[in-house]
């Protein structure tokens, strides 16, 4: 079962990057490597609990789509997206965001697994993990961005 733990300090009060991290608006821009975009559900805006995101982008030069549902909210300590259909077999991702003198430590615990039982663990192993943890870091580089500086007034 793959799960990994990523932290970003982030020079921000905690109700703007909790903010920024639920914006589809944000989350897009923060993906554009990978062509992720927002295609059913919540589409623009701030994504809120028991609401649902059909994201679409290309990994491994191959479009797919994910379906995931706000599943845990507690502004703006922390909230949970899971997956309800797409490639893997399971998928949740829990976000916190921890008040620090120096700002918001922003908290990514990432845990999935790939179908095709055998076949899939052993993608998970050789190259899955590290994808999915660098893809996470990638965001959060653009989330810290865009929180430390003005441009995050166009995503919230």
Request: aromatic share 10%; proline share 4%.
């Given at each position: 079962?793959?799960?990994?733990?990523?932290?970003?300090?982030i020079?921000?009060?905690r109700?703007r990057?909790?903010?920024?991290?639920?914006?589809?608006?944000?989350?897009?821009?923060?993906?554009?490597?990978t062509?992720?975009?927002?295609?059913?559900?919540?589409?623009?805006?701030?994504?809120?609990l028991?609401?649902?995101v059909?994201?679409e982008?290309?990994?491994?030069?191959?479009?797919?789509r994910l379906?995931?549902?706000?599943?845990e909210?507690?502004?703006?300590?922390?909230?949970?997206d899971?997956?309800?259909?797409?490639?893997?077999?399971?998928?949740?991702?829990?976000?916190?965001?921890?008040?620090?003198?120096s700002?918001?430590?922003?908290?990514?615990?990432?845990?999935?697994?790939?179908?095709?039982?055998?076949?899939?663990?052993l993608?998970?192993?050789?190259?899955l993990?590290e994808?999915?943890?660098?893809?996470?870091?990638?965001?959060?580089?653009?989330?810290?961005?865009?929180?430390e500086?003005?441009e995050?007034k166009?995503?919230?």
């Amino acid at each position: 079962m793959p799960a990994f733990r990523v932290q970003t300090l982030i020079a921000a009060p905690r109700e703007r990057v909790f903010d920024l991290a639920r914006s589809i608006d944000a989350h897009q821009h923060s993906t554009a490597g990978t062509q992720e975009r927002a295609v059913d559900g919540v589409t623009k805006g701030l994504i809120s609990l028991n609401e649902e995101v059909t994201w679409e982008a290309k990994h491994f030069g191959i479009k797919q789509r994910l379906r995931v549902k706000i599943t845990e909210m507690e502004r703006p300590a922390r909230f949970q997206d899971v997956m309800i259909t797409g490639a893997f077999k399971r998928m949740s991702h829990d976000h916190e965001f921890i008040e620090q003198p120096s700002g918001t430590l922003m908290v990514d615990r990432f845990d999935f697994a790939s179908p095709f039982g055998p076949l899939g663990k052993l993608a998970d192993r050789m190259f899955l993990l590290e994808y999915m943890r660098g893809f996470i870091i990638k965001r959060n580089a653009v989330l810290k961005q865009l929180a430390e500086s003005d441009e995050w007034k166009r995503f919230v």
